[in-house]
Every structure is written in structure tokens, then in C-alpha cells.
């Protein structure tokens, strides 16, 4: 059974590839999701997939790519939305 966990990432955050990074490693990982900008500059994500693999990913989310500044990670269960695959989607 499929878990499902949503991250806001705080920090510096937008413009330094996190996005991009955070496709890679659900990808990488086999996860199904989302991330997107958030208007307040945080990062919003959605990992859905087997729960250890969620797990080490939402870890990973901690430290991000080399040029991030990670502060702050907020988690909360979530609903599997039904994506088939990992996606940056639009801001809000």
C-alpha cells in the first residue's frame, strides 16, 4: 500500500534547482508526486510510494541540492492524488 507525504520546504529554496533536483531523486526512486513553487518562496512537494523509499527521499529534502539553504521542513500525511509519475507542476 502506497504512502503519501506532503513536505513544505523553507529556506533558499527557488532559483537554485531544488525543483529540478527533487524530480530527479523521486524519479531516481520510483516515487509518484509533485513539487511546485509556492508563492511565498517555499517549496511544496508531494511523494507518494513505498513507505521507506518516501521516507529517505523526505530526508534527502533536508539538505537539497548544493546551492539550497534548507531551514525548515514541514511534513503531513497526504492523500495518493493519483499522479502516475513525478512532476514540477505550476505555482499556485
Known amino acids: 500500500m502506497p504512502v503519501a ?3 513544505r ?14 524530480c530527479r531523486e523521486a ?3 520510483g ?3 509533485w513539487v511546485r513553487n509556492r508563492p511565498d518562496g517555499s517549496v511544496e ?4 510510494g513505498d513507505g521507506a523509499t518516501v521516507e529517505a527521499v523526505a530526508q534527502a529534502c ?7 539553504r534548507v531551514q525548515r521542513v514541514e511534513r503531513q500525511n497526504a492523500e495518493d492524488d ?3 509519475r513525478f512532476n514540477h507542476i505550476s505555482t499556485e
Request: charged share 15%.
Open 5 to 7: 507525504v506532503r513536505l
Open 9 to 22: 520546504i523553507e529556506g533558499r529554496v527557488q532559483g537554485v534547482g531544488y525543483r529540478a533536483w527533487l
Open 27 to 29: 524519479g531516481r526512486a
Open 31 to 33: 516515487l509518484r508526486g
Open 45 to 48: 512537494a508531494l511523494l507518494i
Open 62 to 68: 533536508h539538505t537539497g541540492p548544493l546551492s539550497a
Open 82 to 84: 493519483g499522479s502516475t
